[in-house]
């Protein structure tokens, strides 16, 4: 599956951005799908996974109440909401996905890769 993210960008501190995570080739349905970024000089991290049906999801504790992922099967689309960012949000952010189906927090997980959307969060 080809994954394409996009709506990154410059953003105000406590301001907002939704990010999406188009797929094309195949169907999203059959994977769970996941958001990792990566901040210069930084490894890559974990940020959110949600299962094929959308039911299941996980969070890394530093976005828990901030971020909110969900899916549009239908659609292809995953979406990233980050609201309340921060300057340590700053990273490019990419969209992966995993054939474990309920979702995982391991990078290893995920097989498919988007190519990344920088966000950046400063005044």
């Known amino acids: 599956v080809q994954l394409q993210a996009s709506g990154g960008g410059l953003v105000q501190p406590g301001g907002s951005l939704r990010l999406s995570c188009a797929a094309s080739?195949?169907?999203?349905?059959?994977?769970?799908m996941g958001w990792f970024r990566q901040a210069p000089g930084e490894e890559r991290e974990f940020v959110a996974s949600?299962?094929?049906?959308?039911?299941?999801?996980y969070y890394t504790d530093s976005v828990k109440g901030r971020f909110t992922t969900s899916r549009a099967n239908a659609r292809d689309t995953v979406y990233l909401q980050m609201n309340s960012l921060k300057p340590e949000d700053t990273a490019v952010y990419y969209c992966?996905?995993?054939?474990?189906?309920?979702?995982?927090?391991?990078?290893?997980?995920?097989?498919?890769w988007g190519q990344g959307t920088l966000v950046t969060v400063s005044s």
């Open positions: 949600i299962s094929w049906s959308g039911g299941v999801t």
């Open positions: 080739g195949r169907t999203l349905s059959s994977y769970a």
């Open positions: 992966a996905a995993s054939r474990v189906r309920l979702g995982s927090r391991e990078l290893g997980d995920f097989g498919s």
